[in-house]
C-alpha cells in the first residue's frame, strides 16, 4: 500500500484530505507542523507528499527545499496563495505540483494518482548503476563486461573475463586450479586443470605491466592463484 504523508496544521483540511485518500487504498500520515512533518519526510520513505505552504515554525517553502536536497519523493504543495509568484517559487524548489485552496478533494486524489503512476514510470525506466570492480588502475565493469588498466580497454574472451572477475570479487583468497575450473567451467577438472593456467597466463599478458612481477593475479606456489589488494 502507498504511503503519503500530508503536512498541514489546519485539521479539518487535513482529515478531508485523508478520508478521500485512504478511500483510495493509500495509507495516510498526517502531521500538523512544519518541523514534524520535515523530520518525519527526511526519516521515513513516502511515496508521496502534500505539503502545505502556510505552516507554523518552518514553511512549506523551506520543507520543499531540504527535502529535495535529499529525495525525489513527489511533493505537491498545497496554499490559499493564489499569486503566480508564489507558485513559480514553490516549483522552482521542486514541488511537483501547486493547487490552491479550495479544492475539491476528488481533484487532489487525481493528481495524487497521476504524479505517482508519472514517478512510479520514472523509476522503474532508471538505469541501474554498474557493477564496477577498481584496483589500483585496472577497471572490470562486470554488467558491460569490459576492461581497463589505466584507461586502456582491454579485450578479454568470455571465459578470461569470468576467471579475471571471480578472483579480483575475491581478493586474497587462495584458490586452486581445481577450483577455479569448477567455478569458471562448472564441471570437475578431470586432469584438465592445465586449462585454468593457460588462462592466468593470457590475462596477465593483457592487464599486468610485468608478468613476472604481476601486481593483480599472484601465484601461491603448490596451492594456485590469489588476486593481491
Not at 490559499?80 to 476528488?106: C, E, H, M, Q, W
Request: proline share 3%.
Amino acid at each position: 500500500m502507498s504511503r503519503i504523508l500530508i503536512i498541514e496544521d489546519e485539521e479539518s483540511i487535513a482529515e478531508l484530505e485523508k478520508d478521500y485518500l485512504e478511500l483510495s487504498d493509500f495509507q495516510v500520515t498526517m502531521e500538523n507542523t512544519g518541523s514534524k512533518g520535515l523530520d518525519r519526510a527526511l526519516k521515513e520513505d513516502f511515496d508521496l507528499i502534500i505539503l502545505d505552504l502556510m505552516l507554523p515554525d518552518v514553511d512549506g517553502f523551506e520543507i520543499c527545499k531540504q527535502i529535495r536536497e535529499i529525495k525525489n519523493t513527489p511533493v505537491i504543495m498545497v496554499s490559499a496563495k493564489k499569486d503566480d509568484i508564489d507558485k513559480i517559487r514553490g516549483l522552482g524548489l521542486g514541488a511537483d505540483d501547486y493547487i490552491t485552496k479550495p479544492f475539491s478533494p476528488s481533484e487532489l486524489v487525481a493528481r495524487v494518482k497521476a504524479h505517482m503512476a508519472r514517478y512510479e514510470r520514472l523509476t522503474a525506466g532508471a538505469v541501474p548503476v554498474n557493477d564496477v570492480i577498481e584496483i589500483r588502475g585496472l577497471k572490470i565493469d562486470k554488467t558491460a563486461r569490459r576492461v581497463w588498466v589505466n584507461g586502456e580497454e582491454k579485450s578479454l574472451t568470455t571465459k578470461e573475463f569470468d576467471l579475471l572477475a571471480f578472483l579480483a570479487k575475491n581478493p586474497n583468497h587462495v584458490y586452486s586450479k581445481e577450483e577455479l575450473f569448477r567455478e569458471i567451467w562448472e564441471m570437475e577438472s578431470v586432469g584438465d586443470i592445465a586449462t585454468v593456467t593457460v588462462h592466468i597466463k593470457k590475462i596477465r599478458e593483457k592487464i599486468e605491466i610485468n608478468t613476472s612481477n604481476p601486481q593483480y593475479i599472484e601465484t601461491i606456489w603448490g596451492v594456485g592463484y590469489r588476486f593481491k589488494i
